[in-house]
């Protein structure tokens, strides 16, 4: 079975300082991850992926996550928040595309953003 | 020109009662599904279909019926609502297996918000 983690249900940064997300994942096979955000009262948008090329994943808004199998981590990072991230994050994982494999969700973390 | 599309974005409504929710999406993606939001902002699967074929059923109560008429649209029927029912519930589309272009990652509708009173 797979499941992903995400340490911290609430994250509270300063504009212009380092935002740190955090997701662990489980998983008996080479993961698929995911990273979304979703805006209040909005849909979920595909921030980046990792689908088994580059352990550096840059995505949009700034936003980037590295892969580490060794650590079975999917952090996302931004080097400098703006008040405009703040937003609920969750972090996802499949073992495939197609109807047979569920993306499955971790517990999202909400980002505050102080100005 | 909206990717997935999910009509209505609100419905309040009372126990008891019969609601459709509504999903189209213009990708060209083969496989759709439902997923359902609680209140804690949990995302659950519920359904999805590749093609108009149910794949996944996720011990979904049976007073909910999913329906694909055409590989672009999958509905959400809901039969004797229940309080419990309240929920965001989010449609969604993605391309097929590996081999086949994916794995680009799901598009999720706007979301409707289901209220049941």
């Known amino acids: 079975a797979q499941s992903v983690t995400q340490l911290g249900s609430h994250v509270s940064v300063s504009e212009g300082a380092l935002v740190l997300l955090r997701c662990n994942y489980s998983?008996?096979?080479?993961?698929?991850l995911f990273w979304y955000v979703q805006y209040p009262n909005q849909g979920l948008q595909l921030l980046l992926k990792y689908t088994s090329a580059a352990t550096l994943v840059k995505g949009i808004n700034g936003f980037e996550a590295e892969f580490k199998k060794s650590e079975t981590s999917f952090h996302l990072t931004k080097p400098s928040a703006h008040m405009s991230d703040a937003a609920e994050y969750f972090c996802a994982v499949t073992r495939g595309g197609g109807a047979t494999n569920k993306l499955i969700f971790g517990t999202g973390t909400l980002l505050a953003v102080q100005p | 020109d909206t990717a997935v599309s999910q009509t209505p974005k609100y419905l309040v409504t009372q126990m008891g009662n019969d609601k459709s929710i509504k999903c189209e999406q213009n990708l060209g993606h083969d496989t759709m599904y439902w997923y359902k939001q609680d209140s804690k902002k949990f995302l659950k699967i519920m359904f999805s279909?590749?093609?108009?074929?149910?794949?996944i059923n996720e011990t979904v109560p049976n007073r909910f019926s999913p329906k694909s008429p055409d590989k672009a649209h999958l509905n959400l029927h809901i039969n004797s609502l229940e309080l419990g029912d309240s929920a965001v519930y989010f449609c969604?589309?993605?391309?097929?297996?590996?081999?086949?272009?994916?794995?680009?990652?799901?598009?999720f509708g706007s979301g409707t918000r289901l209220t049941v009173v």
């Open positions: 998983s008996s096979v080479p993961p698929y």
């Open positions: 279909y590749n093609n108009k074929e149910l794949i």
């Open positions: 969604a589309s993605s391309q097929a297996e590996i081999g086949q272009g994916g794995i680009g990652g799901y598009t």
